[in-house]
């Protein structure tokens, strides 16, 4: 139960999101944009004690194209943050929290890189529907640990020394 609620509501790693039909807002990662508690517009579920929720996740598409005999695959990876599914506690929250949740957003935007890394050493077959499926899947499985290892070593944010040397690590990843 404790690994649920420790999961409940930290992540939501999404290809496509649609509800009753309609897309649901989304807000690309762009290095020139920080999160405000304004970009933090669901509502807080009712049981669940953390202080908020950063809805962000990768999304990709690629096309395939044949040169000759090689087959060659036009990709684009991308990170996402959520709107309509991140919420925060007003009352709990502060700048440290807002950092904290905007990491979680970073970390989806270094692992769409790692992603697109890997997307170009790979040379596809024919199954490359298959091939590009695998590599997300191994790739949400690696943010997933990696946002939980980040949620653990900083304890949510109030691990402030934790939360600092995080802050610096992904600031220099996402400069590299």
């Not at 762009?30 to 049981?47: C, M, N, T, Y």
Request: charged share 25%; with cysteine.
């Amino acid at each position: 139960m404790d690994s649920v609620v420790k999961n409940i509501g930290l992540l939501i790693l999404l290809f496509t999101m649609v509800s009753g039909g309609t897309a649901q807002e989304v807000v690309p990662w762009d290095a020139g944009k920080r999160l405000s508690w304004k970009d933090f517009k669901g509502e807080v579920p009712i049981g669940v004690g953390a202080a908020a929720t950063t809805a962000s996740g990768i999304s990709y598409n690629f096309s395939t194209y044949y040169e000759g005999t090689k087959m060659m695959v036009d990709y684009e990876v991308n990170a996402f943050f959520y709107p309509e599914k991140s919420w925060y506690r007003p009352k709990i929250c502060n700048d440290t929290t807002l950092i904290h949740e905007q990491l979680h957003f970073d970390i989806s935007e270094l692992f769409a890189r790692k992603m697109s890394l890997e997307m170009a050493k790979t040379s596809f077959t024919k199954n490359v529907k298959a091939e590009v499926r695998a590599i997300y899947k191994k790739t949400l499985r690696e943010l997933n640990d990696f946002q939980n290892r980040y949620d653990d070593e900083t304890d949510y944010s109030r691990n402030v020394p934790q939360q600092v040397a995080w802050t610096k690590k992904i600031v220099k990843a996402l400069s590299e």
